[in-house]
């Protein structure tokens, strides 16, 4: 089973540019997530997607962030315009099987290999 | 809300030794607990999770956790490290009816030393 596909591995940008990362979850996950880790800190949720609506986004810097998943499967996530604290790895994530009545508060989160973005 | 906190941001230990990281979390009723693992440049991968069932959670690559309420602690253990255990680990909690949200602590970088 083929896992969490993001691409680019590694972007770099000058401050005020933007910039888009990719993602594709595991096939037939319902839910996906993006995750911005900071250099020594823990990844914190930006967004989570159910199917193509957003369930959370409370944590999304709106003003310059946006992330969509206009069919269902893939996602985009966009800054515009980067800033320096943007610096960061962006982490895709998906769970939950369509149609399995699994137990969503439980199901195991895949995470792709991540974005690394550097903003000089 | 729901907080988790890992003491010590470096563990050092040397190969065959006990691995110990510590997690606490801070959540008014049990949650779901949740330790990952970290290699460099790749993503998370779930080691194990906590979820009401068994206190002692047995996961992959020999990891365990022992969920104690009373400590409020969700610490991660391997009775013999090997050099391919060295990586970053990182606990994390989620919310009983809260959806899914992970909140991740600020991780744990394991060392192991011949």
């Known amino acids: 089973e083929a896992g969490v596909a993001q691409s680019p591995r590694y972007k770099i940008i000058e401050k005020r540019q933007s910039v888009a990362f990719w993602c594709n979850p595991i096939?037939?996950?319902?839910?996906l997530y993006w995750y911005q880790q900071i250099l020594g800190q823990g990844p914190k949720l930006l967004i989570q997607?159910?199917?193509?609506?957003?369930?959370?986004d409370s944590q999304l810097p709106k003003d310059r962030f946006s992330a969509e998943r206009l069919k269902g499967v893939d996602s985009t996530l966009k800054i515009q315009p980067a800033k320096l604290e943007d610096s960061a790895v962006y982490l895709c994530?998906?769970?939950?099987?369509?149609?399995?009545?699994?137990?969503?508060?439980?199901?195991?989160?895949?995470f792709g290999p991540g974005t690394r973005l550097t903003v000089l | 809300a729901q907080s988790v906190t890992q003491l010590g941001s470096h563990v050092s230990v040397s190969e065959g030794a006990l691995v110990l990281l510590r997690c606490n979390y801070s959540?008014?009723?049990?949650?779901?607990l949740f330790w990952y693992v970290q290699y460099p440049n790749q993503g998370l991968q779930l080691l194990l999770k906590?979820?009401?069932?068994?206190?002692l959670v047995k996961g992959i690559n020999g990891f365990e956790a022992e969920f104690k309420k009373s400590e409020t602690s969700f610490h991660l253990t391997k009775p013999s490290a090997h050099m391919s255990d060295a990586a970053e680990y990182f606990c994390?909690?989620?919310?009983?009816?809260?959806?899914?949200?992970?909140?991740f602590g600020t991780g744990t970088q394991l060392k192991v030393e011949l």
């Open positions: 994530a998906s769970s939950t099987p369509v149609g399995t009545g699994g137990d969503p508060s439980t199901d195991t989160q895949y």
């Open positions: 096939s037939g996950h319902a839910t």
């Open positions: 997607f159910q199917n193509n609506g957003v369930v959370d």
């Open positions: 959540s008014s009723v049990p949650p779901y």
């Open positions: 906590y979820t009401s069932a068994a206190t």
């Open positions: 994390a909690v989620r919310m009983r009816g809260g959806g899914n949200k992970l909140t």
